[in-house]
């Protein structure tokens, strides 16, 4: 069982930036991929970002240029700097480590952290 938390969340206005991390309970180089999701209220929750155990990412069109995503494999973190912040950015953030046993894929969740961009 891979435990996840996020920190990091909080408010600010628009065009800011805040950082988000999340710190593994394993090593993380031995998670296939971590991710950061959103939930905005009244809607599902999405994939902004993913980072594989090779450094490959991935990001949603909507952060596209406004967010990066990248893992410090000795201090096994994930983060989420997130710049140029908007309105719609308002959600939870959620991090999740995919652990690949094959053919099945694991994932497991952090608690979530509130980001409130203001305009």
């Known amino acids: 069982q891979v435990q996840a938390v996020e920190s990091g969340g909080g408010l600010v206005q628009a065009g800011g930036s805040l950082r988000l991390s999340c710190a593994t309970s394993e090593n993380i180089v031995s998670i296939n991929v971590m991710a950061w999701y959103r939930q905005a209220p009244g809607k599902q929750r999405e994939l902004v970002a993913s980072?594989?155990?090779?450094?490959?990412?991935n990001y949603a069109n909507s952060v596209k240029g406004r967010f990066t995503i990248s893992r410090d494999n000795a201090k096994n973190t994930a983060y989420l700097q997130m710049d140029s912040l908007k309105p719609e950015d308002t959600a939870v953030y959620y991090c999740?480590?995919?652990?690949?046993?094959?053919?099945?894929?694991?994932?497991?969740w952090g608690q979530g952290t509130q980001v409130t961009v203001s305009s």
């Open positions: 980072i594989t155990n090779g450094g490959s990412t």
């Open positions: 999740a480590a995919h652990l690949v046993v094959a053919p099945t894929t694991y994932k497991y």
